[in-house]
C-alpha cells in the first residue's frame, strides 16, 4: 500500500506537524512487524529544526534520514 499525503508549505505549524507525525508513529506501532517510511520535504524548516522535531518523536525512529540542501550563492 502506498499513501501520498501532500500539505502546501507553512500552512502547517510546528507543533501540527509533530502531532501528525506522532500519530503516524503511534499507528505504526500498532502492529510491531509493520514499517512506514515518512518522507517530508520542508525547505523553510534547518536542518536542526529537522532533527529536533524528529527526535521529540516517542518511540525513537529506528531509522532517520535528515537531508539538507542549500542554495548557492553566486
Sequence with gaps: ME???SIDDDTLSEDELKKLMQCIREIEQNKPERHMNIWIVS??????????????IKPELPYVRVIGLEKKTK
Excluded: Y
Aim: charged letters at 30%; aromatic letters at 0%; proline letters at 6%.
Design 3 to 5: 499513501i501520498n499525503i
Design 43 to 56: 525547505p523553510e524548516r534547518t536542518v536542526e529544526d529537522a532533527k529536533a522535531l524528529i527526535s521529540s
